[in-house]
């Protein structure tokens, strides 16, 4: 009888920890959503996943997200912009030749 209590008891546990994940993850999408993001990097870091981590003006943007990864060459200096309630992230870089050069992420779940 015992045995059967702690196996319902770990189920328990388990389906609330997946619950709340998925309930995390999706406020933080619904955050990248509805929020406008605009600015110049401050800086760049990498997460364990190699996901890029942006600061623009004192704020920290997690965008992985969007898939954007060291591989997509982010580097202080280049602008970043996403209107409100949409799904697509504008990186603007300037190349060394001097011409500017934007490409789009979207957001993805």
Do not use: P, W
Not at 12 to 35: E, G, H, M, V
Not at 50 to 58: R, V
């Amino acid at each position: 009888m015992r045995k059967y209590l702690m196996q319902f008891i770990a189920i328990c546990i388990s389906i609330y920890l997946i619950i709340n994940l998925q309930n995390k993850a999706n406020k933080n999408y619904n955050d990248f959503y509805t929020n406008k993001i605009i600015g110049i990097i401050d800086s760049v870091h990498y997460g364990v996943q190699s996901q890029a981590i942006i600061m623009i003006d004192n704020s920290e943007y997690d965008l992985s997200f969007f898939n954007i990864t060291k591989n997509d060459g982010l580097i202080k200096g280049d602008s970043i912009y996403k209107k409100r309630n949409s799904k697509v992230l504008e990186l603007h870089s300037k190349s060394s030749n001097g011409y500017i050069y934007t490409r789009n992420f979207e957001l993805k779940k």
